[in-house]
């Protein structure tokens, strides 16, 4: 079956570390995205990738870096300059043109 | 850039109540409009869309939405709610010179009383 695939589920990280949530899709989808949701925010976007080895910011990228070297794989890293870490994450992808977004399972990422 | 307001954030409704979940966006040009739904637990799914035509959308599940253009709105609604609608529900924009993004509302909490 096609989809996208997050990892790991949940994710547990201590203040001032780096951390890598995981994100493929099987779907030869073009487009990639990151959100995150919080309670009553509603998805606020992070980052996105329309093709291989470009991406753009979103409205929250600080503290974020992504990377997409590969067409089905668009990683995103949390680093230690995000002040407000802990969140759900949601990772989706989309054809080129209007059809909406597939989305995966989601991280959820806890600062301790 | 398009915003999208959903203004009720919590909704609690017994079962066999009917349902409408407002969603109104600021964007003047031509749209395309898209409800999601989380339920407790899984990924956020497509319930319904509307691009063109009949702007009365049916979707999955009973529910259905109208796109009224004058009103920047496109309301969710379904006649009679069943405990297992329980979820969050994600009204969201494309404009059409935006490619594919989407921009989300804040989402609305629906819970269902047996």
């Known amino acids: 079956d096609g989809g996208i695939t997050q990892s790991p589920k949940y994710l547990f990280r201590k203040e001032g570390q780096n951390v890598t949530l995981s994100c493929e899709q099987n779907?030869?989808?073009?487009?990639m995205y990151w959100y995150r949701q919080d309670p009553g925010q509603g998805l606020r976007l992070i980052y996105y990738?329309?093709?291989?080895?470009?991406?753009q910011k979103g409205d929250i990228a600080e503290g974020y870096s992504v990377s997409r070297e590969k067409k089905e794989s668009f990683p995103l890293t949390v680093t230690s300059a995000q002040k407000n870490p802990t969140a759900f994450y949601l990772c989706?992808?989309?054809?080129?043109?209007?059809?909406?977004?597939?989305f995966g399972s989601g991280t959820r990422l806890t600062v301790v | 850039a398009q915003s999208v307001s959903q203004h009720n954030h919590h909704v609690i409704l017994s079962e066999a109540a009917s349902l409408e979940l407002g969603c109104n966006y600021s964007y003047g040009g031509t749209v395309n409009l898209f409800w999601y739904v989380q339920y407790p637990g899984q990924h956020l799914q497509l319930l319904l869309k509307?691009?063109?035509?009949?702007?009365l959308v049916k979707g999955i599940k009973g529910f259905e939405a109208e796109f009224i253009k004058s009103k920047f709105s496109f309301n969710l609604r379904k006649p009679s709610v069943q405990w297992s609608d329980t979820a969050e529900y994600f009204c969201?924009?494309?404009?059409?010179?935006?490619?594919?993004?989407?921009?989300f509302g804040g989402g609305t909490r629906l819970m269902v009383k047996p």
């Open positions: 969201a924009v494309n404009a059409r010179n935006a490619g594919n993004m989407l921009t």
């Open positions: 989706a992808s989309s054809i080129k043109g209007p059809g909406g977004y597939t």
């Open positions: 990738s329309q093709i291989v080895n470009d991406f």
């Open positions: 509307y691009f063109s035509g009949d702007p």
């Open positions: 779907l030869n989808h073009d487009a």
